[in-house]
């Protein structure tokens, strides 16, 4: 029941503010409903850490038939409790900061569209098996793709949308497949249990959902929602995603499979690369919003990789929870920018911070030329995030006076909450860690900033001067080379694969179809008779 | 008082089909006698008590198993009444849809005609006269399909010579059989009775390469007719399939006839999902996902050693309800926007029809085996027993299925692309609530299914029981 009441709350807050919206509509009211069933969510799933494990069989298809496999349960164990109270956490923050966002999308509606993703999220990330978690991405899938196409009033997103959803349903394919696979080798099991290669596909699956295994980014700006609801929308098909990383089994690809490791962990430096370089180049937080995720999302699927998928964690609550920091932190006020800087020093992975447990996924058997490359992506992945944060702001002047006590509240949440979660989040995550990597990672962070000053670069614009060979030489070299990176040539072969095999089929179909169909078909037929009987099946 | 099971579900719905033919043109009148009697026929079927006696109070009505009919025999067991429930309340379903405009007047005693000809064909003895019976419904449906084009279409003629062929087929393989359990194993007859019988299944059930008129006729009949044919034609052959597995020993046994049974249905299923996915006419490509859906029906069969048959008869159901929400919300869109509906017609149909656009793409999701939707169940469990049967079995098969999953990821595409000089999302819904009504029902069904299918889908399995071999 510890499991099911967070989402009861947010469920039955969803229904009353969309009602009360729909009769007699109150900021006010609503926003109560909203974040008193955020603040009971946040403690029930804070007080179900002392209780962990905790599960809960919702259903099964209970028939013989069905060979007893479809069970669906919930599941709060240490892997998705950090998850859990992310997500609840970054909807809280939204709810108390969206009180400073009434000029912009801050309205009853949209609250009640976060509550019920955030239920579903809860439900996606509490998943005890993988038929649950089918379940619950299809339905967070078809509610994003329908707040999505409803909400924004143009349709230039449209296509965009949809092909997002396309890539989402895919990774529900994979997940399907894995299911299927490892169903038949061993009947029910669970993600710890994941047989090869059902282990395997859900790496994929995850990856493919996270935008990394390849990398795909259906979204080169941000269709509606930029900030509050927009922000739960984007992240919590995330963190459902990076549980299922971090539940599956250490050995998710056997040893004898290593060319596979070696590709897909190349592929994801490769993301990780380029998003990172694109991060640190953005116009501001919410265009970089989708490379911020891919950077971090290619940590903690390295981290499975490399056979320690418990360090995808601190990876994903780095993704998480910093980054609501910054993308909810609108409008900027310059009294309290010091609270990004607090967290900055969560992901920079210095020894007993919260994401000091992670090095040790990126390091897997050993310190490889991967290791380097990703080590450089994080120190990109530090100075973007204080190009961001350094940004001047605001004075608290422009705020009603509830709103300078509410606001901060929702930033300083989140910031506790990464306190907490460094502390006893999950097993092992207030150590030393690698602190040699840290140290290494942290002097590259230095170095660069110390040049960046020598070359007359200061914080918080990581801008080349216009005049500059290098700045004229990256500006005719990027666009060029952005393309490969994406990956967007590989899209274009497949498409016209598609329509290549197309044209055959339909080829085919106008001559089965035409006058001398039925001659064809008796053709055919001898064909496949002799092609049967001579493959030795009579 | 005594009536027999042949009368009440066999004799009794041709009597009703002639009195909707004279009521014809009183569709309303016609319309509720129709649907009055079929799901009383279905209700009758799904809870009479298994003694076959029926009280009413002080009447007390016997029920006997059989009927003679001109020197035949028709027996329907009390074991097979789940099966006669399923079929007449299925075609109660596409009967409450019959109103709808261009769907021929003829439809509604033509599908009696079939549903009464196929559950006739459950039951008759010597059961090869179930081929005459099926080839009956094949010709009574031909009126119905044609009857929006009036001009001749290939299609319909194909379907009409290729079924009729299908019929010597059968009866040829009945013929060749009788004498096959004398024999011994190495006799080339057994081979060669099963190549026919094999055949006369193949050209019934439209596998590859008989396949040409499923989308020949999809492309020019009504989306209700169509759908309805579509659904309740293989479900009666594969029914009466099962009666030459339960009979004939060497059928039931022959690992190789299961692995040709098995490989056709994935190739099946994976000829019809590519296809689909290359469509661009949505009737069309409605035609090709009937393929994939044969595919499975044959993947399960393959199967049978391992619980096959409980699936297939598992898929009827689920089947049913994604069809006629598919054949549903086609004949609406098309009364929207004229009867060729391609992808390049309904641009921009989310903004005008947005319960029948995701009425449709919920029927395909649904019958491509989406998560959390009524086939899913079966599906996964399915092909986690084809893939421990072999690997690439099951892997083909969900490649089938992708070519579904791809066509409907095209069809949403289509339905939000934005018409010429549309820069705005701007809502023209059209519809209204008693045309989509049905369709959040069926919605609601088919989630219902898919996260319940213990609560549903048991009932047809019971049939089983009338074949005392396959259990």
């Given at each position: 029941?510890?499991?099911?009441?967070?989402?009861?709350?947010?469920?039955?807050?969803?229904?009353?503010?969309?009602?009360?919206?729909?009769?007699?509509?109150?900021?006010?009211?609503?926003?109560?409903?909203?974040?008193?069933?955020?603040?009971?969510?946040?403690?029930?799933?804070?007080?179900?850490?002392?209780r962990?494990?905790t599960?809960?069989?919702?259903?099964?298809?209970?028939?013989?038939s069905?060979?007893?496999?479809g069970?669906?349960?919930?599941?709060?164990?240490?892997?998705?409790?950090?998850y859990?109270?992310a997500?609840?956490t970054?909807?809280?923050?939204?709810?108390?900061?969206?009180?400073?966002?009434?000029?912009?999308?801050?309205?009853?509606?949209?609250?009640?569209?976060s509550?019920?993703?955030?239920?579903?999220?809860?439900?996606?990330?509490?998943?005890?098996?993988?038929l649950?978690?089918?379940?619950?991405?299809?339905?967070?899938?078809?509610?994003?793709?329908?707040?999505?196409?409803?909400?924004?009033?143009?349709?230039?997103?449209?296509?965009?949308?949809?092909?997002?959803?396309?890539?989402?349903?895919?990774?529900?394919?994979?997940l399907?497949?894995?299911?299927?696979?490892g169903?038949?080798?061993?009947?029910?099991?669970?993600?710890?249990?994941?047989?090869?290669?059902?282990?395997?596909?859900?790496?994929?699956?995850?990856?493919?959902?996270?935008?990394?295994?390849?990398?795909?980014?259906?979204?080169?700006?941000?269709?509606v929602?930029?900030?509050?609801?927009?922000?739960?929308?984007?992240?919590?098909?995330?963190?459902?995603?990076?549980?299922?990383?971090?539940?599956?089994?250490?050995?998710?690809?056997?040893?004898?499979?290593?060319?596979w490791?070696?590709?897909?962990?190349?592929?994801l430096?490769?993301?990780?690369?380029?998003?990172?370089?694109?991060?640190?180049?953005?116009?501001?937080?919410?265009?970089?919003?989708?490379?911020?995720?891919?950077?971090?999302?290619?940590f903690?699927?390295?981290?499975?990789?490399?056979?320690v998928?418990?360090?995808s964690?601190?990876?994903?609550?780095?993704?998480?929870?910093?980054?609501?920091?910054?993308?909810?932190?609108?409008?900027?006020?310059?009294?309290?920018?010091?609270?990004?800087?607090?967290?900055?020093?969560?992901?920079?992975g210095?020894?007993?911070?919260?994401?000091?447990?992670?090095?040790?996924?990126?390091?897997?058997?050993?310190?490889?030329?991967?290791?380097?490359?990703?080590?450089?992506?994080?120190?990109?992945m530090?100075?973007?995030?204080?190009?961001?944060?350094?940004?001047?702001?605001?004075?608290?002047?422009?705020?009603?006076?509830?709103?300078?006590?509410?606001?901060?509240?929702?930033?300083?949440?989140?910031?506790?909450?990464?306190?907490?979660l460094?502390?006893?989040?999950w097993?092992?995550a207030?150590?030393?860690?690698?602190?040699?990597?840290?140290?290494?990672?942290?002097?590259?962070?230095?170095?660069?900033?110390?040049?960046?000053?020598?070359?007359?670069?200061?914080p918080?614009y990581?801008?080349?001067?216009?005049?500059?060979?290098?700045?004229?030489?990256?500006?005719?070299?990027l666009?060029?080379?952005?393309?490969?990176?994406?990956?967007?040539?590989?899209?274009?072969?497949?498409?016209?694969?598609?329509?290549?095999?197309g044209?055959?089929l339909?080829?085919?179909?106008?001559?089965?179809?035409?006058?001398?169909?039925?001659?064809?078909?008796?053709l055919?037929?001898?064909?496949?008779?002799?092609?049967?009987?001579?493959?030795?099946?009579? | 008082?005594?009536?027999?099971t042949?009368?009440?579900w066999?004799?009794?719905?041709?009597?009703?089909?002639?009195?909707?033919?004279l009521?014809?043109?009183?569709?309303?009148?016609?319309?509720?006698?129709?649907?009055?009697?079929?799901f009383?026929?279905?209700?009758?079927?799904?809870?009479?008590?298994?003694?076959?006696?029926?009280?009413?109070?002080?009447?007390?009505?016997?029920?006997?198993?059989?009927?003679?009919?001109?020197?035949r025999k028709?027996?329907?067991?009390?074991?097979?009444?789940?099966?006669?429930?399923?079929?007449?309340?299925?075609?109660?379903?596409?009967?409450?849809s019959?109103?709808?405009?261009?769907?021929?007047?003829?439809?509604?005693?033509?599908?009696?005609?079939?549903?009464?000809?196929?559950?006739?064909?459950?039951?008759?003895?010597?059961?090869?006269?179930?081929?005459l019976l099926?080839?009956?419904?094949?010709?009574?449906?031909?009126?119905?399909i044609?009857?929006?084009?009036?001009?001749?279409?290939?299609?319909?003629?194909?379907?009409?010579?290729?079924?009729?062929?299908?019929?010597?087929?059968i009866?040829?393989?009945?013929?060749?059989?009788?004498?096959?359990?004398?024999?011994?194993?190495?006799?080339?007859?057994?081979?060669?009775?099963?190549?026919?019988?094999?055949?006369?299944?193949?050209?019934?059930?439209?596998v590859?390469?008989?396949?040409?008129?499923v989308?020949?006729?999809?492309e020019?009949?009504?989306?209700?007719?169509?759908?309805?044919l579509?659904?309740?034609?293989?479900?009666?052959?594969?029914?009466?399939?099962?009666?030459?597995?339960?009979?004939?020993?060497?059928?039931?046994?022959?690992?190789a006839?299961?692995?040709?049974?098995?490989?056709?249905?994935?190739?099946?299923?994976?000829?019809?999902?590519?296809?689909?996915?290359?469509?661009?006419?949505?009737?069309?490509?409605?035609?090709?996902?009937?393929l994939?859906?044969?595919?499975?029906?044959?993947?399960?069969?393959?199967?049978a050693?391992?619980?096959?048959?409980?699936?297939?008869?598992?898929?009827?159901?689920?089947?049913?309800l994604?069809?006629?929400?598919?054949?549903?919300?086609?004949?609406?869109?098309e009364?929207?926007?004229?009867?060729?509906?391609?992808?390049?017609?309904?641009q921009?149909?989310?903004?005008?029809?947005?319960?029948?656009?995701?009425?449709l793409?919920?029927?395909?999701?649904?019958?491509?085996?989406?998560?959390?939707?009524?086939?899913f169940?079966?599906?996964?469990?399915?092909l986690?027993?084809?893939?421990?049967?072999?690997?690439?079995?099951?892997?083909?098969?969900?490649?089938?299925?992708?070519?579904?999953?791809?066509?409907?990821?095209?069809?949403?595409?289509?339905?939000?692309?934005?018409?010429?000089?549309?820069n705005?999302?701007?809502?023209?819904?059209?519809?209204?609530?008693?045309?989509?009504?049905?369709?959040?029902?069926?919605?609601?069904?088919?989630?219902?299914?898919?996260?319940?299918?213990?609560?549903?889908f048991?009932?047809?399995?019971?049939?089983?029981?009338?074949?005392?071999?396959?259990?």
């Amino acid at each position: 029941m510890l499991i099911l009441a967070p989402i009861g709350f947010l469920l039955i807050a969803c229904l009353a503010v969309f009602i009360l919206d729909l009769v007699h509509p109150r900021y006010g009211t609503s926003w109560l409903i909203t974040v008193t069933a955020g603040i009971l969510a946040w403690m029930i799933i804070i007080f179900s850490r002392l209780r962990l494990p905790t599960t809960v069989a919702l259903f099964s298809w209970d028939h013989p038939s069905l060979n007893q496999v479809g069970k669906l349960s919930l599941l709060l164990d240490y892997q998705s409790w950090p998850y859990a109270l992310a997500l609840i956490t970054v909807f809280l923050a939204m709810v108390f900061t969206d009180a400073a966002r009434t000029h912009f999308d801050s309205r009853p509606r949209a609250w009640a569209a976060s509550l019920v993703i955030i239920a579903l999220g809860l439900l996606a990330v509490q998943s005890g098996t993988s038929l649950t978690m089918m379940t619950a991405w299809v339905l967070v899938d078809l509610l994003e793709l329908f707040l999505l196409l409803s909400l924004q009033e143009t349709t230039q997103f449209n296509q965009r949308i949809i092909i997002a959803y396309g890539v989402r349903l895919a990774s529900i394919l994979l997940l399907f497949l894995g299911t299927m696979l490892g169903w038949a080798a061993n009947g029910n099991f669970d993600f710890a249990q994941a047989p090869y290669p059902a282990g395997f596909i859900f790496l994929m699956a995850a990856g493919l959902r996270l935008g990394v295994i390849p990398l795909n980014l259906p979204f080169l700006r941000e269709p509606v929602l930029r900030r509050g609801a927009g922000n739960v929308l984007r992240l919590t098909p995330v963190a459902a995603s990076l549980t299922l990383l971090a539940r599956l089994p250490g050995e998710a690809l056997l040893p004898e499979a290593g060319y596979w490791k070696t590709l897909v962990t190349g592929l994801l430096t490769l993301a990780a690369i380029y998003a990172a370089s694109r991060w640190l180049v953005a116009v501001n937080e919410i265009e970089g919003r989708q490379y911020w995720i891919i950077a971090w999302s290619s940590f903690a699927t390295v981290s499975v990789l490399n056979g320690v998928p418990q360090s995808s964690i601190p990876w994903g609550m780095a993704l998480i929870l910093p980054g609501s920091l910054l993308f909810l932190y609108y409008p900027r006020i310059q009294p309290t920018n010091f609270l990004l800087l607090i967290g900055a020093l969560c992901f920079l992975g210095l020894p007993f911070t919260p994401v000091a447990s992670g090095w040790s996924g990126l390091l897997g058997g050993g310190f490889t030329l991967w290791t380097i490359l990703l080590i450089i992506v994080h120190g990109l992945m530090v100075l973007g995030y204080l190009e961001h944060a350094l940004k001047p702001g605001v004075e608290a002047g422009v705020l009603e006076p509830w709103e300078r006590v509410v606001f901060p509240i929702g930033l300083i949440l989140i910031l506790q909450t990464m306190i907490i979660l460094g502390f006893f989040g999950w097993p092992g995550a207030f150590t030393l860690g690698v602190w040699w990597v840290a140290l290494l990672s942290n002097i590259l962070i230095l170095t660069a900033l110390i040049l960046a000053r020598r070359f007359g670069i200061s914080p918080p614009y990581f801008q080349l001067p216009a005049n500059s060979t290098i700045k004229k030489v990256s500006d005719w070299l990027l666009p060029r080379i952005e393309p490969v990176f994406r990956l967007e040539w590989v899209y274009w072969v497949a498409w016209k694969l598609y329509y290549f095999f197309g044209q055959i089929l339909k080829v085919f179909s106008s001559i089965f179809e035409g006058e001398g169909g039925i001659l064809w078909t008796v053709l055919t037929l001898a064909l496949l008779i002799s092609l049967l009987t001579g493959g030795g099946v009579n | 008082m005594t009536l027999s099971t042949p009368l009440i579900w066999v004799i009794v719905p041709m009597v009703v089909a002639v009195v909707c033919t004279l009521t014809a043109e009183r569709r309303q009148l016609s319309l509720i006698i129709a649907c009055v009697f079929t799901f009383g026929l279905a209700l009758l079927a799904a809870y009479l008590p298994q003694e076959l006696i029926l009280s009413l109070g002080p009447l007390t009505i016997s029920i006997e198993e059989s009927l003679n009919f001109f020197g035949r025999k028709i027996t329907l067991v009390s074991a097979m009444l789940p099966m006669v429930a399923f079929l007449y309340g299925t075609t109660g379903l596409w009967l409450l849809s019959s109103n709808l405009q261009s769907v021929p007047k003829s439809f509604r005693p033509t599908s009696l005609i079939i549903t009464a000809a196929l559950t006739a064909a459950l039951g008759v003895e010597p059961f090869l006269y179930a081929a005459l019976l099926i080839e009956t419904a094949v010709l009574v449906s031909v009126p119905m399909i044609t009857f929006p084009v009036k001009s001749e279409h290939s299609g319909v003629l194909r379907y009409l010579g290729l079924m009729t062929i299908a019929m010597p087929f059968i009866l040829i393989a009945g013929w060749l059989l009788t004498g096959v359990v004398t024999l011994p194993p190495e006799s080339p007859l057994i081979g060669q009775s099963a190549v026919v019988l094999g055949l006369g299944f193949a050209i019934w059930l439209a596998v590859f390469p008989f396949h040409s008129w499923v989308p020949m006729v999809s492309e020019h009949s009504h989306p209700t007719v169509f759908s309805f044919l579509l659904f309740i034609l293989p479900t009666g052959i594969l029914v009466f399939g099962l009666n030459f597995l339960n009979r004939y020993g060497f059928l039931r046994t022959s690992e190789a006839i299961f692995n040709i049974i098995r490989l056709t249905g994935v190739m099946m299923i994976v000829f019809g999902g590519v296809s689909t996915a290359v469509q661009e006419e949505l009737k069309r490509a409605f035609g090709f996902s009937i393929l994939v859906e044969t595919g499975y029906s044959l993947l399960a069969i393959g199967l049978a050693a391992s619980g096959g048959l409980h699936w297939m008869l598992m898929m009827f159901p689920v089947r049913a309800l994604g069809y006629w929400l598919w054949g549903y919300t086609l004949a609406r869109l098309e009364t929207h926007y004229g009867a060729s509906i391609g992808l390049g017609t309904i641009q921009g149909a989310a903004r005008r029809t947005p319960w029948l656009s995701s009425g449709l793409i919920l029927a395909q999701l649904s019958i491509a085996g989406l998560p959390l939707l009524a086939s899913f169940p079966i599906k996964i469990v399915l092909l986690s027993q084809a893939a421990s049967e072999s690997i690439s079995l099951g892997v083909w098969s969900l490649f089938g299925s992708l070519g579904l999953f791809l066509f409907s990821i095209r069809l949403l595409l289509s339905f939000y692309h934005p018409s010429e000089n549309e820069n705005d999302q701007i809502w023209h819904v059209q519809e209204k609530l008693p045309h989509y009504a049905p369709i959040i029902i069926m919605m609601v069904v088919l989630m219902a299914f898919g996260l319940f299918p213990g609560k549903f889908f048991t009932g047809l399995i019971d049939i089983l029981t009338a074949f005392p071999h396959l259990q």
